[in-house]
Structures are given as structure tokens and as C-alpha cells.
């Protein structure tokens, strides 16, 4: 537990690095949400299990029967709670932590839930524009408007000169994700009138 890794987990339209239009994803990819269920389920030893971290808003996205996200410690940030750490309790899902300080609950999660193999930083985009120095890598699905396909509205964007500027671009994910994460071969997948690709930026 004395480091456990944190790594932020992100969909963005390149170039502008776009995540968020009104509130919601720009798209609906499903091999994308695929892959994070299973990039974020998944761990090298079977006896732990990862945990998510996201904010307030982003945890009120998640339509209620499909949260908490199963198999996954799942921690929701919002200023309003009275701890750094605390189980959401009897009134609230099982499973789930509430904290009011993104970085101590980054500090106190390894210490408090026994074998967490990785913390991922789900989002929003509050959250991911806290996170570029509490951040270990960057799981980045790089997407594109598909030829001839017009890009999405979008309002709401990563900071592309914090990434530039800590991160460095890896050439695949392949030995990053776990054993069992499915990865698309071509790499491209095209899907929904976009195609992406899965990359990793790790910690200049
Ligand atoms: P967030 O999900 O980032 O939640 C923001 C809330 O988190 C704040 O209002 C506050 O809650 C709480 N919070 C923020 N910082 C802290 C802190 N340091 N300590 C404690 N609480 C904190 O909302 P955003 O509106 O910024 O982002 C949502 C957008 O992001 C949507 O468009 C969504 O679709 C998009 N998104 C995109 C993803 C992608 O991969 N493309 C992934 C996830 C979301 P409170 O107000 O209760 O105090």
C-alpha cells in the first residue's frame, strides 16, 4: 500500500482534448465504455480489486441502476461531505465511499480499503483538472470524427498544455492494462460515426 498506483482514465476528441458537451459525453461508443469496464474491473493479482474516484456530478451521470459500478471501490467527491473518507453508510449503496478532499481521499484509500492494485480517476472534468500532479499515467482514448463525419458539440475540455507538459505519449497499452482487457485489432476501432484508439501517457 505505499504506493498504489493512480492512474486517470479519460475519453477526449483530439485535437482539443473535448470530454463533455451539457453536462454528458459527447458520443455513445460502447467498445469504449467496454473497455473501461473492463480496464477498471480487471487486476494482475485476482485477490484485489481497483478503485474509482469521481466527482459529485459525474457520479449523478451514472443512471442509478448502474451504479455503483460493480466490482470496483467506488469513491464520489463533493465538498458537502464531512470527511476525507467515509462509507456512504446504511443510507446510502453499498460499496461506496464519500470523501470531501480529492487528494486526502487519494492518500487514505490504500490505507483504509486492503488490496487496492490501482486507483482510477474517472472523471469529470473537475476532477481531471485537479489531477495532473496526483496522477501516476493517463489512460487517453484518443478519438476523431470518423471520415467525412462532423465533429460533436462540445463545451467542456482537458487542459492539452498540463498534458503536454507532464505527460509523455507511450506507444500502446498492451503491458499497462491487465491480463483479460480485450484490445481491438486494428487498433482503430470505428464505431458511431468516430474512431479512436486506447493510449497511454505516463509521468514525464
Ligand atoms: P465532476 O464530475 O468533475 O464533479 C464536480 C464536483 O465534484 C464538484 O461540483 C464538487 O462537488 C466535487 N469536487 C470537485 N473537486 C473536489 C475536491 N477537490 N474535493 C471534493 N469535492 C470536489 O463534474 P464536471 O461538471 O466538472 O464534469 C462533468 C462532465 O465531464 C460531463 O460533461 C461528463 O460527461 C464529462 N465526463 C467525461 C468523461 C470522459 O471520459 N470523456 C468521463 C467523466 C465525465 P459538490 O458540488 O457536490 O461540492
Redesign the pocket.
Known sequence: TSHTPVVA????LMPDMG???????PWKLAREMKYFREVTSRTVDPSKQNAVV??????E?IPPRFRPLPGRTNVV?????SHALEPAGPKGPAGVFH?????RCLELLPQRVASLERIYV?????????SYTLCDAMLL?EIEPAPGAEPPQMD?FLDRVAVAERFERQGSVDAFVPPGVTLPDPETVLENGFQYRFALYTRR
Open positions: 482514465i479519460v475519453a477526449c470530454i463533455g458537451y451539457a453536462g454528458k459525453l469521481m466527482g459529485r456530478k459525474t457520479w451521470s467527491v463533493s465538498r458537502q461531505f470523501s470531501n478532499s480529492l487528494h474517472v472523471g469529470g472534468a473537475e476532477i481531471y483538472a485537479q482514448t467542456t
